[in-house]
């Protein structure tokens, strides 16, 4: 199940709750104590659910979100439910619209953002093999994940058609291919165990053009 699916599936499942928890008695508040602890609950999962879609605070969605969460949580509590549950439901069709930015591309990049991470740890310490196995994997997983953004089929295909396909559609200069070719020799010698093939710099150019990509392609 993909991080899309997964979250579209939670979105079902908290609006189908708010069907009930969003009705409130004769007096227009909460039904019990039971009932007003489970609106507080569903109030929360759903603005985790918020969050994880909409990673950019400024975000419209995002804000509204956790203005409503941000409310004392009362005896009417069962109104920002409905509430909660319109916006949501305005979310879902944004998404299934297409208007917000692949989330899996996002998760994506925060994972490859944390491996990077662990690369330039490495690299700090000049240990070149460990920085260039993880730097080299990651470059590669990026490249390929920005292909499949671009509709580009990339099974199967050697990392040096994948730039080439990526400089014809002008996502890649001839410049940045360059590099990208280069780094795509140090992914290739460091997952052979071929040390002498590379230097402690091919593994900073490595991690400063997979940076690059995840920032102008991933990371939005």
């Not at 104590?33 to 109030?43: A, K, T, V």
């Not at 460990?130 to 050697?158: P, W």
């Amino acid at each position: 199940m993909t991080i899309e699916q997964a979250l579209a599936t939670r979105m079902a499942s908290l609006l189908e709750d708010a069907g009930h928890l969003r009705r409130g008695n004769e007096h227009g508040q909460v039904r019990s104590d039971e009932h007003l602890e489970e609106c507080g609950g569903w109030i929360a999962a759903a603005l985790n659910v918020v969050q994880i879609a909409c990673p950019n605070e400024g975000n419209a969605y995002r804000k509204r979100a956790e203005a409503i969460a941000a409310r004392p949580i009362g005896y009417t509590v069962q109104q920002e439910v409905g509430e909660f549950s319109a916006l949501l439901k305005n979310l879902v069709r944004d998404i299934e619209a297409g208007l917000l930015t692949s989330i899996a591309d996002r998760a994506r990049a925060e994972t490859f953002d944390d491996f990077l991470d662990h690369g330039r740890a490495y690299l700090s310490e000049e240990k070149k093999q460990e920085a260039g196995v993880i730097c080299g994997v990651v470059f590669e997983d990026t490249l390929r994940r920005v292909c499949r953004k671009h509709e580009i089929d990339d099974k199967d295909v050697k990392l040096d058609t994948l730039i080439s396909a990526l400089v014809k559609i002008e996502v890649l200069s001839d410049t940045k291919a360059k590099r990208a070719r280069g780094d795509a020799h140090v992914r290739t010698k460091a997952t052979h165990a071929q040390w002498d093939e590379f230097d402690l710099k091919d593994v900073a150019a490595t991690i400063d053009i997979t940076q690059e990509l995840i920032s102008a392609e991933l990371d939005k």
